[in-house]
């Protein structure tokens, strides 16, 4: 993404060449640290031009953290 997605922004990237899909809820700027699924601490280190972007994965609920330049700007979820 060219552009910092804002809150609520519904977002895209590949995870093990896998399209996932989820929502930002903030931003961490230049350095951004999460608890990971199983208790460890999971951080990113991104940079003025490319912050770190928190994110609510759709598929496992779990927070995620990425680059901006990893996410495209994703559709709105289709209900099933």
């Given at each position: 993404m060219k552009t910092k997605p804002g809150k609520g922004t519904r977002v895209s990237w590949l995870y093990r060449g896998v399209r996932t899909y989820g929502v930002v809820t903030g931003s961490a700027g230049k350095r951004?640290?999460?608890k990971g699924p199983s208790g460890g601490t999971v951080s990113r280190v991104g940079t003025k031009d490319d912050p770190v972007?928190?994110?609510k994965s759709d598929s496992t609920g779990n927070p995620v953290l990425k680059k901006q330049s990893e996410l495209s700007k994703a559709g709105k979820r289709s209900k099933k």
């Open positions: 951004g640290s999460i972007i928190r994110i």
